[in-house]
């Protein structure tokens, strides 16, 4: 699981950080749109010393240094910037950019990405496209991100995404704005049990 936390303030991300980490999730993609987005990863880094905080990156170089500075250690993306990728095998740092389409997919793993981020997964076919993408590609892991909900979650681990990146399914608007922490933890609970017992099928 690879809680992506898009929302509108740093006091808002912390609040969603927090109660995902307590709901058993210990990382999470902060979201290159939360203004301040440097800052977030910064407070959560120092406060949660366990937590593993990525970022996503949309904006260039200035912003991959800002949020590596900031403690990021991971960095992921909506698409595939070849340049942002070999700038992260070059500095050992674990890379996820996104990428739709197979030839999105096999340049990025060619150019050395540690996973690749299909996305948005569920507008083109859902599990089944993840089913479809690693037929001829099964040495890719592919991260199922894009419309991912408790009854599917089971159904993109089967068809083999090694994770699962999720929004606001695990994190609603309305449990943010009435700070509703309880309902994040129980959301996130829930998640992991659909992916663990998934997992647990897949055993031999």
Same mark, same amino acid.
Do not use: C, N, W
């Given at each position: 699981m690879i809680p992506s936390i898009r929302v509108e303030s740093v006091a808002t991300a912390i609040f969603a950080a927090e109660n995902v980490a307590a709901g058993g999730i210990?990382?999470?993609e902060i979201a290159a749109t939360i203004?301040?987005?440097d800052q977030v990863i910064r407070e959560l880094t120092h406060r949660f010393p366990s937590l593993i905080v990525g970022s996503e990156v949309v904006a260039g170089f200035d912003q991959v240094?800002?949020? %590596?500075?900031?403690?990021?250690?991971? %960095?992921?993306?909506?698409?595939?910037?070849? /340049?942002i990728v070999g700038f992260c095998v070059e500095q050992e740092v674990v890379v996820l950019p996104g990428a739709l389409t197979p030839t999105e997919v096999v340049l990025a793993h060619k150019a050395g990405a540690d996973f690749i981020k299909i996305f948005p997964c569920s507008q083109v076919g859902g599990e089944?496209?993840?089913r479809a993408l690693k037929a001829p590609l099964p040495h890719v892991p592919l991260v199922a991100a894009g419309g991912i909900t408790q009854s599917t979650?089971? /159904?993109?681990?089967h068809a083999g995404a090694v994770a699962l990146g999720v929004? /606001?399914? %695990?994190i609603p608007r309305q449990a943010l704005r009435f700070k509703e922490g309880a309902w994040i933890r129980e959301l996130a609970s829930r998640f992991l049990s659909f992916v663990r017992q998934a997992r647990a099928e897949m055993q031999p």
């Open positions: 210990p990382i999470m203004p301040d987005s240094q800002r949020h %590596l500075d900031a403690g990021a250690t991971f %960095l992921t993306g909506p698409g595939f910037d070849a /340049e089944r496209y993840i979650a089971s /159904e993109f681990i929004g /606001e399914d %695990l």
